[in-house]
T-cell receptor, first 116, second 112 residues
């Protein structure tokens, strides 16, 4: 079966410290991978997406970066966290369903990051 | 920028009442997805609509996509406390398939 693992579930980090959030997918090959952030009072914002190993596209300028060292591994990083980096981070993957070009998306359980 | 507008932003209803959440786009939608989220948790997939005029139902939840594929509604019949949560609509844009963009969400509270 297809599953997505995201950890840790919660994280409290001081301002200026580094960040590494990891996401791994099982049961599928060559998925599209995504990082989203949900800040208080705002919707889900797409941060990064990847269509393959080493291929990363950024949606918004920010203090974060992403990497995809393996087909089913997606990492969100920061060298120095800011207070504004606090939020709920979700990893997701998608694959094309059938021949109609429709994508199916699956989300992880999220990481609550609090920068203090 | 938020290209998907969801309304209302929050909704408080009594158990047993019907309710509707709307999602509107200024651009043609090539795939409209509805998700439910409990606070602090991941997204649970509800339904996906692709064709103009399409309607899907699951248990007491019905989602519709209008003929122009620019507006979708999510209707809950006889709401229950278990329906409480945040409802999010997301859409694939025609020029960027494979990237899902979301509205701000609707916070639903159902009181007994």
């Amino acid at each position: 079966s297809q599953t997505i693992h995201q950890w840790p579930a919660t994280l409290v980090q001081p301002v200026g410290s580094p960040l590494s959030l990891e996401c791994t997918v099982e049961g599928t090959s060559n998925p599209n991978l995504y990082w989203y952030r949900q800040a208080a009072g705002r919707g889900l914002q797409l941060l990064f997406y990847s269509v393959g190993i080493g291929q990363i596209s950024s949606e918004v300028p920010q203090n974060l970066s992403a990497s995809r060292p393996q087909d089913r591994q997606f990492i969100l990083s920061s060298k120095k966290l800011l207070l504004s980096d606090s939020g709920f981070y979700l990893c997701a993957w998608s694959v094309v369903l059938g021949s109609a070009g429709v994508y199916g998306y699956t989300f992880g359980s999220g990481t609550r990051l609090t920068v203090v | 920028s938020q290209e998907l507008e969801q309304s209302p932003q929050s909704l408080i209803v009594q158990e047993g009442k019907n309710l509707t959440i709307n999602c509107t786009s200024s651009k043609t939608l090539y795939g409209l997805y509805w998700y439910k989220q409990k606070y602090g948790e991941g997204l649970i997939f509800l339904m996906m609509l692709q064709k103009g005029g399409e309607e899907k139902s699951h248990e007491k939840i019905t989602a519709k996509l209008d003929e122009k594929k620019q507006q979708s509604s999510l209707h809950i019949t006889a709401s229950q406390p278990s329906h409480a949560g945040i409802y999010l609509c997301g859409a694939d844009r025609g020029s960027t398939l494979g990237r899902l963009y979301f509205g701000r969400g609707t916070q639903l509270t159902v009181w007994p």
